[in-house]
Structures are given as C-alpha cells and as structure tokens.
C-alpha cells in the first residue's frame, strides 16, 4: 500500500515494525511455550510416572499377580463354561421371560383392579357411615358393604397369587442364570487387584493407539492447559496465612508437585524427590493428626512454598554427624542445581536437625505430650526449664515461674560468706555440674584486658582481673548486707553417721541426688549412687557439700526444707528428727570421703578488692550523678553515702552489680523481689529476620581461626540457628574485636553447655515463632490438657525416679517375625542375683560382653519376662528366652532407676572404698549389720543377702505404676498425693509430702486414669487374640468368662495371629470388615486405627464371648458393693467371705497383710508384708481387684501375692459349701469393701 | 451358716485324710531308661562332699519362727527350727548337696511314683527333691494350714498359688536347674527341686557322703552344687574292673554381702 500522505505514520514501515514486532510476539510465545514444557517439574513429574509404570508392570509380573492373573484364565473359562450352558436353555428362557412379561402384565391389571377396589370400599365405608349416623339407622347398608368386602378380599387375594407368580418366574430364571452370576462374582473377587493395576497401567501408559494419542495430545506443549496429566499440585490453607511484607495472604503449597509420592507408602526406597514422608503415621496421611491437606508442607519444613523451582523453594543443605555444616550437600548442590542462599526469603528451610523445632509453635499448650514423637526439641525445652533461661528471657506462654536458684533470704544459716565469694566467682569450679551459670571472668571481660582508666580516664588502667574480682567482693558485701544473720538452733540429738550413712540410702536421697565422681574420673565401685543417671540429677551432686553447708542448717532442711526455701523442688521426706540428725552426722562427719571432695583447685577465699577500682566502678553505675557529687561522696561529705567507708561503697556497688547482672531473676533477694528480668524476651525470638541480628565479627574471626571457606561463613553467618548456638556456646562472643563501654558488654552467662544440650535448646528456641501459623495451634481437649499437666509435674517432681512409669521393652525375632514385648530382661544365670540393667541394645550386648569376659563362659540365651498378654508369646510372668542374635532392640523402662539403689542395698550393702586405701583396692560392703543385716522399719537388723530378687524388689522398692489408673479410685489417689499415708509399712523409702501447686496432684492423678482409658483398646485387642488362640483345661459352661478367670485355665496354645484373628473377625458379621493393618495399629496404641476400627474388635470380642474389665469410667469410682441394696442381699456371702479370708486354713490374708492398723501375724517378717487391707475399700478400684484376686501374677509378675483361688476343682468347700472359685471370690471381695462394716473375731 | 460351716470342715477333714494316703516322700526320683545292661562291668561312684573352711559352721536357727506366725502349724507347739539351708557335720560333711556325674547317653525316664514335695509342720519335706526333666512335681499341703508354693525358678515357669489345707496341686518342669521353693505365708520354709537331665545323679546324706552306682567304666565330669556353697567340679574314674577310688570335693563358703559376680 502506498503512503497516501495523509497520515503522521509511514504505513508501509510501520507493517515492517508490526512484521517484525508479531514475529518476535510470536517467538516469545513459543519460547513461553518451549520452556514452560521444559520446567525442572514436569521432568520429576514424567520421571515418577515412568518408575510408577516400572513399579506397576513389576507387580503385574510378580509371582502372586502371575498367580492371580492364572486363576483368572480358568475363571473365565469356568464363565465361558457357563454362558455356554446358559445358551444351552436360550429357549427355556426366551419362554419363561415371556412368561415373566405375561405375569408381570397380569400382576399389574390385578394390582390396579384391588387397589381401585380398596378405594371404592373405602368411599362407600365413609358414606353408608354418615348415613348410619344421620338417619340413625345402624344396619344400613351392611349387604352392600359385605359385598364390596368380599370383593376386595377376592382381590386382594388374586394380587398375591400373581405376585407369587411373577416370583417363582424370576426364580427359575435366576436359577437358570445363577451359573453364570457365580462365576462372574468369583472372576470379580478374584481378580479386584490385578484389574486395578491393569487399569492403572492403561492410564499411565496406555498400550492401545488412541490412549497413546490421547497422552501425547493431553501433555503436548501449548495444549497442555486443558487436562494435562502432568500438573502443579497444591494445598491452599485458607487459616495459614503467610505474612508477605505486610500482607497476609493464604499459604500455598506446592511441593508435593515433584514430591510426588510424600504421602503415600511404598516409596521409602525411592531417590529424592520421590521419597515417601519418613512418618507417614504421624503426618500427612489423611488419617493422621497432621493430614496434608490440613497443614500443607512448609508450617513445618518452611522454604517457600509457592515455589516450583529447587532453589527458589530454599531448600537447604543437610549438615550430618559426618559433615555438621553440611558442605558436602552444600557443593554438590551447586554443582548440580546451581544452588544458593535465598536471600529474600525470610524463611530458609529447616535442615532436618531442626526440624523439631516448628512443634512448639503449634504446641506450646501440649509440649510434654508430644516428647515421645519430638524427642530434641522436647529435651530443649526441659533444659530451657532446668537451667532457668525462662527467668531472665521472658516466654509468655511457659507454664513455669518459679525462680530456679535457691531463695538467698536466708542464706547466712546455710553459707559462709567466703564460700559464697568463691562460688559466684566461677560456680563450677566447685561443683562442675552445677545449672548455676558462670558470670565473671569472662571472654569479654579478659584478665588483662584494660577495662576503664580511674579516675576519668586520668589514673591508672583498670584490668579486666580487678574489675570482676571487685564485682564479685561487692556483690558479696551487699549480699550480706542485705540479708539479716539468722542463727538455728543447735541439732537436738547427737547423729549417729554409721546409721545416717544407712538412712541417707534407704530414705530416698539417692533418688534425685548423686555422688559421682566429675568428670574424669571413674568411681571405683559399682554402686549406683556414683553413677549419673539422669533422675538422679533432679538435685545436685553431693560431693564436697560438707565443706559447703553448716550442720545446723542441713538438720533443719532436711525435716523442712520449704522452710528455708518454698519453692525448692525437695519434698518433705517426713524423716525422724533421729533419722535427720543421723543423715546430718553422716554427710558433716564424711566417713566415706566423699561430702569433703571438692575439685582440684577448688578454694575458699575472699575476692580482693581495691578501693581505687571500686570507686571506677562506682563512677560508672552512678554517672548520672556527676563528678562533683561522686567526689562528695567518696570524700565522706555526703552524710548518706558516706563512701569513705570501702564497705559502703562496696555495698552500693555491689547492689548495682546485682542488678546488672540479674542475679534476682534466678535468686529470691530481699527487696529485688520484683524487679523487671536483664534478658531480651524470647516469646517471638524466632520471627526476627536474620539481619536483626547482631553478628559481631564472629563469623570473620571464625574464618581467620578456622580457615572456613565462603559457603561456610555463609551457612554461618545467614541463618538464625547459627547464632543461637554461637551464643549458647560462647555467650560473650558477639563482643569479640569490639570497643565497648564496661556497661555495655554483653552479659549473658557462660553455662558450659554440651553440644547437644546446645542443639536441643537452639531448637526449641527456633520454634518461639509468632506467625499466623499458630492458628493451626493445637487446642488441647480437656483430657490432653490434663494429661500434659499430669507428665509436666511427673516431671517436675521427679516421680520417675522411684517409680516406673513405663515399662521397657524387647524387640526380637519370632517365628519369622519381629515382635515388640514389653518385658524386662532376665538375670543371665541363676547364679547372677540380679537381672542386667535394661537400657538398649548396645547396653545389653555390653552386658552379655562383660557377662562372658566374668564367667569365661558364653550367653547361650537371654530371658526376658514378659509384663502384659503377648499373643503367640506368652503371659505376663513367663520368660522368653531368645539367642542374644534374635534381639534386634531394647528399651528402657520410663522411671525406677532407684529401685536398683534399694535391692543393690539389701543384697550387697553399700558399696564403697576406703579413702585411706589405694586404688582398686578395698571395695567392700557397708551395712548396719556385721554380717551384711539391714535395718528393718522396727529398728532390728536383718540378713537379706540370700533373699530372691523379686521379693526384695516387690516388697522393699517404690512400686511401679503401669497401669496405676486402672488399679487406684481417682479420689483416694488425689489425697495420697497430697498426703501420703503409710501403705507399704515395711518399707524404709518414703514415698515424700510433695508441695503441689493447685490442681497438680490432681493432675497426676489424672494422667495415670487418663492413660490407663487410653491403653485399653490395646490391650482388650492384645488379650482378645491371646485369649482366643488359648487352649483351657476346662469347658467354659459360661461363654462369657473374664479375661483374668481364663487365664488360670490355660492348659496350653499362646494366641491368635492377627491374620487368624481377623479370618475370624471376616466371618462374623459384627466385625466384618476388619484388616489385618487396623489390628496391627489398635495393638501398637495408633489413635486412627482405634478410632476408626477398635468398636469392630470390640464387637467380636463380645460375639465371642470374651470379657475385659474396662478401665475407668470418667467420673466417679462408685463403688458398687458398698451399695446398701448390695449388702442387704450379700449380707451372709459377706460373712463367708471375710471367714475364707482370715481362716487359717483358707486364704488366711491376716498371716501377711497388715489390716486396720494392726500388724499381721508375721510381724516378725517384714518381707512378708502385704499392704493394709482396710484401705482397700477407699483406695482399690473395683475391678482391679477382682482381677488381681484371679490372677496376681498376670497383673505384677513375680509378686509374692499367691493365687489364692486357683484351684481345681475348687478348694475351701468347707467354708463356703458347692461354691465355685468365683463364687469365693465375689465374697472375699464383698468383705473388703464392706471391711468396716463386719468386724471379724480374727481383726 | 456355723453348722454348714462345722460339716464342711468335717468334709474336708475327711478329704484331707483320703489325699494323705501315705505318699512316699523321697528325695530322688531319678529313674534310669537305659541302664547298663545286666552283667556288664560297672562301677560305683562313692565319696564325700566336704565343707572347705576354718571353721565348720555350727547348724543354724531359724529365727523368725514366732508363736503367732506358726500358728496351727504344729498342735501344742513350735515347728522344727532347724535352719536346713546348710548343714554340716563336725566332720565337715556337707549334708543336701547334689552331685551329679557327666555320663554322656545316659538318659532318664520319668519316675511312674508321684513326685510329692510336702508341707509337713510349715516345714518342706524333703528339703531337695531331685527329679527327671519333664516330670510333673505335686505340692502337697499335709496341714491344717494353707501355704502358698512360690517358685524362683530361672528356666521353668513360675508358680505361685495357695495349697490351702489337705489339698495339692501339680506343675510340670521342663528345663534343668535348681528351684528354690518358698512359702510367703511361713517365710522361713524353703526346700529345691533340682531338675536335672542324667540319672546319675544325688543328694548327700547327713554325713556328706554319696554313692552313685551302675556307671559304666570311664573317666567322668562331675559337678557339685549346693544351694548356700555354691558350685564345684570334679572328676571321676571307674577302672576296667569297676573299681574307683572315693572321691572328696570340697565346697568354699560363699562371702554373704559380697558384689554381685
């Protein structure tokens, strides 16, 4: 076209521009196109289908489908079979469905004519009764009506004729095709897996021409925003926002996009990305608590979300054990996916050793119940707890207030002031354990390094030694100002320490305190009080503490130990003024060398100060006073600061140093009771930027020092956890290169953690997040919340130590399968009195190795006993034996190490050496007795080294509480708690008067019921299956017999399979349904699985017949044969049962337990005793005790408690004519829980 | 209700009687399934176990037999005190020691007797009963008192139940070793059973001797055990003729209170 010259554009360029500029348009679109097909995705995507195929044809060949896929060629065949002789009566049912249309015609005319009829009769009803009523003529009509009557009988009649008709036509049909209807049913059943992988084969990868098109076409570039079969895949959390520079917008996650397989099973093997979730239980299953769809991917693992790219997604570089900063990953990474830091996202990904650390910002109303499955960031924030980080950084939501550090109000009757100077100095050079921080001579302060120059800048240079020894002299010197001179009473009785060394160990002290040596050295005895064991931490290490404490303060402390400190973890042991003088006599006198060893280089002295660096260090507290006034007052011409006086200033400045410092954050000092925390609060720490934090030149330094290369400064110096655990290691090391004011340098504390102890307290601080995340908190429901009260004051109080909370377990090869018991293990030998301590698999082997170096002999079977109903293992009581091979793992129980101190005690006395003799020289038994005789609660000694293992155990230890809330009524066990009352009289440990907070003894209480409701469906399932595969030496009469009565009928047979168990379950309509996958996660406690299938199990249980007391129904724990209807109706049954009870030739119960407060007849044995039965009524839950009537064994095995009524045929008719053993039992129990009401001539 | 009480004591006084019919109470029920045969040369193995120490231990008491705990155990009166957990003669024998010769293929049958370990005046009778692996061993209760059996064993499976008066039950044992039997309701009872799997086996009489006859000739293993002392080793050789030279093995005192190994 030519230019016409009208317009202000040249036509024909502009077509050359518009050329130019729609092919170029065009280009991008197809480069938009051609990369968009090529995004790193869909390449994962096209990858994972491929292994999918491999996978699918790999199960289509294997041996089953093969099998399946056989079967299926003579099922058709048997179909075709049948079609043929179907055909064969083409005829005969071409007819009948004649016949059937004929039938069904008439049946419908038929229908028609009666219901017309039914409506005809129904008028004239209605009409010849107003008549009736009108005309008052009561007959009327009465011919015409029994008619009509008739004729709708008649009707009705024909009706059911021809549907009888049109039935048995279909009956014949069905029977003529019946045949073919089975065999396509069985075909169908049959091969319901082969089809299905086929189809998915066909899907994936189609083998026909059309379907191969078809894929091609659907993924095709350009195409592909139709219905591609390779597609981004998301979750949208609408309640998950994510706060993008000020705007909240919902979290999108995308990366299950090429983690294609993260929430399914099978894949575990695969490479990444195709790797399945390590716990699929726990998290994204759709059954699980945290389903995919529901919490997405980054609330945990954070990285952005959004991202369809390797490095825009921030992944991150995993550090291991080989590698701690991750270098490895680190390099190949940026060789493979050219990967670097994001530096514009705030939220880099978690590596895998921090992972944990995202659970607190969801659970920090739930933290102690989800220890098990958090196990680091769990320990993080117990040690946050212990170490009291809490009291100087506030977090807002942590339940615990208390002030860590002992109350200094009145620490003038316990401690010396010198004591108390070296101490703060540097805490751990007495006692290297201690959680008290040290505080002065620090990095930051070094010793001679030039801190300030008196006199404003015109004196002398003040070193960093002078100005923390003038610190810790005046914070001393306000300390005793402050605190007034308490003087205690002189200790009434004169302590016996040969006792007190006895009482100290049966007591309870070894429970929560230890005498191990530091570290180092290795004790020279094999006596658990020397070893560190973890509960018995809860307290300090006692070593060195006579040279620390006065007498007359550890007699008061220990009678009353709230009465110098009220918040002090220690309980009430209600020990005899004796007893505690006795203790006192022992820790103060040391026979045994051990209360007076303190460090080397440990030493008492004074802190030095100088009158020259103090008033330094007064000029700058008190700058704000001026030079003029501070000169005043170190000239004495200030009438109220009368600083001439070394001691008052030191004062002043030692309240000013106590303040910088924050010493009352942790110590109760008078009149700084309510003075604001030193620490940054850490509520949110962890939703700072990276950039907010102060780095120093640490990272530089670093380098220099440990020559770090680039992408290791980076790692260092770019994410938060470096920091935290820089700071947590070296506190003071932000400061390094720096020039700083004396006031300003950093001062948090040097704890002296260990790496791991580093790791878990990082973590958990990692997870003080603010984020809307916390919109997906957990909201405990009222049973969580009090369990997670319950486990925090368990905690808190140690209860652990004593008590076994939890039972150990052993995990073994069996019959070809890998079972998990709990048991506990077994000693070696019959010559070995006690059974090797159970931590885990290394232990053990560590065990057997020293086992075997000791005997010369080698461990041919390890026996373990089991302690709950294993199905086709055993019975509680029994011991499996195993070749050592078979373990595959070991687990310790939760709680009970003391009851090793107490049977170590009785058997061997206490083991100690003799500090006047050399090395490995003179380890020997200490007891009360000559001959090794310990002192019993009446005060006369006797030999226990010969006794049997599980009789000291049961009699003399802390009882274990597995399954305490199924055995104790709630209410009794609230005022226990509270205040304890002697059950168990022949023990010397005490169970200790605890100074519970409100609403925690109830807690606890709580927990155990609570947990003992949870486990039931376990164990009803575990003991359903034994029960069922179990053979009896009598026919049951009554089908349903309690589980506990059964028991004592075993003649032989341990248990079902779960495979038997649910063959079964399928037969039973009740049950129908039930899988072998949902038995097998009801057994290991899987909440989902017992939700969504324990009521089936429950249903065949009772179709079977199989009875188990249930545990604790929420509420009350009434008891039923209290009720006076009850009595009335028992009163004689009563009678019987409290005479078979006491009788001596019957259950005699009086010959071993003490009743009423009176003692038994075998006063003189206190290893015969058994608990009061008086209490029984108050204190036993109904159905406990009935079951441990049946069957003592099944409940604590290896107790000295016999099965008393056990015998066949049944014993004791004398005293209870043509009774049955639970007729006997039904008595005895209606006695004691009517104790009160029948005095027996035997009380 | 007293009167049905009274008949039923009656009645089972009456059982009690018919259960005591005279049980044999031996203390070794080892019976040999293939013994030598008839006329070929054997030997037999005699000996003494001897108490090794300065001073041979005076028999003890038990001490915490009371009047009120041993009430009805024995009729006007106190049971035997006689502590039988080690006893040795002036001479230095030690009696109920258990010594047993390593006869390869000899093996045991069980005992077609009843195995009886009785409770007789709250004491155990005998004090070791030595029995056949797999034989069954019935606890009887011969007292107007019950007592409850609880096992200690290693190996076999435990047991503890209440014998109430003039009953008895029964419990098979399976594996070898030595148990220790106690009665919780009368703590200073305590008797073994030594399950053992060779017939050539027995307990020392009074005077620590032993006799082991029909071992074939041949150079032997033997093991001693007792249940205070401990265990010891020994050896053993019957010449061609059957002759064999007594043997003596002593048996240290174990140190009470020591650590455990």
Known sequence: MADRGDTHYHVLKLNRWFLVSSGLLLLSVLWMVVDDAQRPWKDYQREFRRIEIARTEELLSSPQYQEMAGAEESLRAALQGAVVEQERHQADLARLADELTAAEGERFKVTEKAKSLKEHYANTLRIIEEHRVHEGNPSYGAEDLAKKFQELTDAELEKARTERAVASKKAEIAALESEVAAAESKLKAATKDLELARKKLQSLAPSDVQGKVANLIRDAPGLDFIGPSLKVRKVVLENLTNNLNFTVKSRIDMCHTCHMAIDREGFEDEPQPFTTHPDLDLYLSAKSPHPLNDVGCTICHQGCGEALDFIRADHRPMADADDPVGTGQWAEWEEKHHWHKQHHWDWPMLTREYIESSCVQCHTDSMELIAEDAPQVSEGYRLFERYGCYSCHKVEWLPTTRRPGPSLARWKSKLDVDWIASWVANPKAFRPTTWMPQIFHLENFAPDEVIAVSDFGRGREIKGQEWNDSAVASIVAFLDERVPATELPEIPLEGDAERGREVFRVSGCLACHNLAPYEGEEPRTEDPAFERAGENEHGPNLRGVATKIDARWLYSWILDPQAYWNETHMPDLRLSEQDAADITAYVMGDPDGVFTDVPDGWQVAPSPSDPEVLREQARWFFKRLGEDELDARFAGESPEHRWDDPRALMVAVGEKFVLHQGCYSCHEIPGLESVMPIGTELTNWASKTVDKLDWGFVADLMQKEHGWSLNEREEFKHYREGWLEQKLHEPRSFDRDKVKLPLDRLRMPYFAFTGEQVKAISTFVLGLRDDEVQLARMRPDAVQASMNAGLQTIRQKNCAACHVVEPGSVTFEHEGQTVTVHAELQPFSAEDKLPPKQSDLAGLQAEIASWEEATEEELEEVGFRLLEVEPTVGLPGQTIFVEPDAIVAVTPPWGGDFVRTVTDYYFFGIAMFDPEAAEDEAIYGWNLGEEGEVEDVDGKLRPYFDEQYDKIRWTFAPPVLIDEGYKLQRDWFYAFLRDPVALRRQMRVRMPSFHFAPGEAEAVADYFAYHSEIDWPRRYAKTLRYAEGMETKVQFQDPAIPWPEASTMRSGGDGLTIDELVAIANETPAAAGLTAAAVRGIERGYGPDIVASFPKVMSLGSALGFDLNAPVVRGSDLIQRRAPSHVTARGPFVEIGATLATDAAAVNCYQCHWHGGEPPAQVDSPLAWGPDLALTRERLREDWTEDWLWNPALIYPGTSMPGNFQNEPPQYQAFYPNSTNRDQIQSVLDWLYNYDRWPVATQ | ?261
């Open chain 2, 1 to 261: 209700m007293k009167l049905l009480t009274a008949l039923g004591i009656l009645a089972t006084a009456g059982a009690a009687v018919a259960l005591n019919d005279t049980p044999v109470i031996q203390s070794s029920y080892l019976v040999h399934a293939n013994p030598p045969a008839a006329g070929a040369t054997t030997g037999t193995i005699t000996g003494k176990i001897l108490f090794d120490g300065e001073e041979i231990p005076k028999p003890g008491k038990l001490d915490n037999i009371t009047e009120k705990a041993a009430e009805g155990c024995v009729a006007g009166g106190l049971p035997n005190d006689e502590d039988p957990t080690l006893l040795v003669d002036k001479d230095g024998g030690i009696k109920n020691a258990v010594i047993e010769v390593e006869v390869k293929g000899a093996e045991l049958a069980l005992s077609e007797k009843p195995i009886v370990l009785d409770q007789m005046q709250c004491r155990y009778e005998p004090h070791i009963t030595l029995v056949a692996v797999g034989s069954t061993v019935e606890y009887l209760n011969s007292d107007k008192v019950s007592h409850n059996v609880h096992t200690f064993p290693t190996k076999n499976e435990g047991f503890n139940k209440t014998i109430p008066a003039g009953s008895k039950d029964a419990q098979k044992l399976d594996k070898t070793e030595a148990i220790q039997v106690k009665c919780d309701i009368h703590p200073w009872m305590s008797a073994y059973i030594y399950v053992t799997d060779t017939p050539y086996a027995t307990a020392t009489a009074a005077d620590g001797s032993f006799s082991i006859p029909n071992v074939a000739p041949g150079t032997y293993k033997v093991n001693v055990w007792h249940e205070k002392l401990g265990k010891a080793k020994g050896e053993v050789t019957i010449a061609e003729d059957g002759t064999c030279t007594a043997l003596e093995i002593k048996l240290g005192e174990k140190k009470g209170g020591g650590r455990r190994r």
